[in-house]
Nanobody, 123 residues
Framework: QVQLVESGGGLVQPGGSLRLSCAAS????????MGWYRQAPQAPGKEREL??????????NYADSVKGRFTISRDNAKNTVYLQMNSLKPEDTAVYYC??????????????WGKGTLVTVSS
């Protein structure tokens, strides 16, 4: 069994910063890409939006809306991915979900999701 647990969400004023963390644990053989997605709380039926991804080799990809403000990184030894969010805007308010594309110890390749952490940007 595999678990992804996010932390670091909360309330922040516009222009502020937050750092999200997501730790993967359980029956993990290897992790390929990890990433962050978000879903605005006022749009529950809307598809989750890609925020940023990072491969095991460190290659990154960002949504245009967060480029220059957010930075994704990972610690492969800890199976953990981070999202440093700076210059936050009210439109960044969303539930942020961690995603991992990994291989289990049974050699199944699967994508896992965390339960999400709420980020609210408001004065």
């Amino acid at each position: 069994q595999v678990q992804l647990v996010e932390s670091g969400g909360g309330l922040v004023q516009p222009g502020g910063s937050l750092r999200l963390s997501c730790a993967a644990s359980g029956s993990i053989f290897s992790i390929n890409a990890m990433g962050w997605y978000r879903q605005a709380p006022q749009a529950p039926g809307k598809e989750r939006e890609l925020v940023a991804t990072i491969t095991s080799g460190g290659s990154t990809n960002y949504a245009d809306s967060v480029k220059g403000r957010f930075t994704i990184s990972r610690d492969n030894a800890k199976n953990t991915v981070y999202l440093q969010m700076n210059s936050l805007k009210p439109e960044d308010t969303a539930v942020y979900y961690c995603n991992a594309d990994l291989v289990t110890t049974s050699y199944y390749s699967m994508k896992y999701w965390g339960k999400g952490t709420l980020v609210t940007v408001s004065s």
